[in-house]
């Protein structure tokens, strides 16, 4: 009789611990939500923002698109 999903699952977690593993729970945004996505466009505002204000940044991405311009074929 084949074993049940739950002596699979212990089975499976005592050989990563085994291994050196431990579990770990991660919480995450939730992509779906419409919050989400307007949280995203309001922080990506805010990045570009700051990013137009800061010229030696500015400086340093032109510097570093031209090193990939000439490494270009």
């Given amino acids: 009789m084949p074993a049940s999903s739950s002596a699979r699952v212990q089975k499976r977690r005592a050989a990563l611990r085994k291994a ?4 770990v729970q991660i919480w995450v945004p939730d992509t779906r939500s419409r919050r989400f996505a307007s949280e995203c466009r309001r922080q990506s505002r805010l990045a570009a923002q700051a990013d137009r ?3 030696e940044l500015q400086r340093f991405m032109d510097a570093a698109l031209d090193d990939i311009s000439r490494d270009m074929p």
């Fill in 20 to 23: 050196g593993l431990r579990p």
């Fill in 53 to 55: 204000r800061d010229m």
